[in-house]
């Protein structure tokens, strides 16, 4: 982790330095390695001010506050971002336990069974043929279609190259099926 002091509109002692780098190093258990830390410290009109900057990888926190007294500031403001990091570490690691629990062998379902009819069944391929799949408009492989006497026709559309297929429903009427190509 990466801890930067500053000030503005003041001097920045060694006693304030000290208490800002103990402070923050107890939210280094909740940063990564990756994360930086900037510390501001500033005075306006009487108010001493703490700004704190944490900014990881994945995430930007930040907390400020204003008292009467800076070391008082620079308490409060790692308190409300040591809550905020809480909070977020507490988040990630639930989401990841509950993925763990949903992917572990016994919330899994059993490996689907099938019958021996619907097997028997699969193996009797009727009839096999190679499909030339050319680029036409689809009034060009409809007509194409009724020429040939098909009872069905693929082709790949010409305005937006998607591959369907043309087959006659009931009642004679054509159905269009839009295939989905893996890639």
Known sequence: ????????HMELTDGLRSHAEERCEK?????????????????????????????????LFQAQERSDDM??????????????????HDKRTEAKARVQKLTSPDNLAPEPTVSEALLESLGRIEETRDINVETLPEYEAIRLMEDHDEPLWAYRDVVDGRLRILTRGTGEKLRRFDLIENQ
């Not at 008082?72 to 809480?86: G, M, Y």
């Open 27 to 59: 939210l280094t258990r909740l940063l990564d390695d990756q994360s930086r830390l900037h510390v501001t410290l500033s005075v306006e009109r009487n108010l001493q001010i703490a700004d704190i900057i944490a900014k990881g990888p994945r995430t």
């Open 1 to 8: 982790m990466n801890l930067s002091i500053s000030a503005r």
């Open 71 to 88: 070391y008082a500031a620079i308490d409060r403001a790692t308190t409300k971002l040591e809550r905020q990091l809480r909070r977020d």
